[in-house]
């Protein structure tokens, strides 16, 4: 069984302040790793994809992956009430079915 | 990245009728995903579509309750047949985009009454 973890939240943090999101993962064998940013009866947006361990940033987002560990994260710097949404952590494998597995979503409010 | 049109954006449907599902993309995709997202919960993939094959489902979906046409490469309908209240779901459609970034369609709220 292929699972991915989050901590459901609701996680509050203030206008410009780091939001930290984080994620376990239960295959090893997974490859690839996302975020999605889903907004209120919207439908999820890919805003980080990472695959090898160690950090990848874009703009104020920074995805980080320890696959020893089975751990990603995303840290979004100097967070925007924009930002506050549900964060959804997918894991991926490179052969086979090529789906995704999703965590459950982190809520991430941004207080102004 | 691909464009996904996904319809109908919404319904409300009467138990045990069926509503089908499409999703059409801007381009050509080898696989496409069918996920329902059950309110407060994540997405569970339902099933795979290949074009020329028949479907792939996963553990706890079945064909009869919701099959799935994939004609060509830039479309795919799912139908949700003989629902009930606990259909009630966001669908959603999704491409692979090159080795490994998914897009979205913009999904479906179904609520059955």
């Known amino acids: 069984q292929k699972e991915v973890e989050q901590n459901s939240g609701p996680l509050s943090v203030p206008e410009g302040a780091i939001a930290s999101l984080n994620c376990t993962y239960s295959?090893?064998?997974?490859?690839?790793f996302f975020w999605y940013r889903q907004y209120s009866g919207k439908s999820p947006e890919l805003i980080m994809s990472?695959?090898?361990?160690g950090d990848k940033e874009d703009g104020r987002f920074t995805a980080q992956l320890n696959k020893a560990s089975q751990y990603v994260s995303l840290l979004i710097r100097d967070s925007q009430p924009s930002d506050s949404a549900t964060y959804l952590c997918?894991?991926?494998?490179?052969?086979?079915?090529?789906?995704?597995?999703f965590g459950t979503g982190t809520r991430l409010t941004v207080i102004p | 990245s691909a464009v996904i049109s996904q319809k109908p954006s919404r319904d409300i449907c009467q138990r045990g009728t069926s509503l089908t599902i499409q999703c059409q993309v801007d381009?050509?995709?080898?696989?496409m995903f069918w996920y329902r997202q059950q309110p407060g919960q994540s997405l569970t993939l339902i099933a795979t579509?290949?074009?020329?094959?028949?479907?792939?489902?996963e553990s706890g979906f079945v064909i009869d309750k919701f099959p799935i046409s994939r004609p060509n490469l830039t479309f795919s309908t799912l139908t949700v047949s003989n629902m009930s209240p606990e259909d009630s779901s966001i669908y959603l459609c999704?491409?692979?985009?090159?080795?490994?970034?998914?897009?979205f369609g913009s999904g479906t709220r179904l609520t059955v009454v």
């Open positions: 381009s050509q995709v080898t696989m």
């Open positions: 997918a894991s991926g494998v490179q052969t086979g079915a090529n789906n995704l597995f």
């Open positions: 295959d090893r064998g997974s490859q690839s």
């Open positions: 579509a290949n074009q020329g094959s028949e479907a792939t489902y």
């Open positions: 999704s491409v692979r985009q090159g080795p490994y970034g998914y897009t």
């Open positions: 990472i695959y090898s361990n």
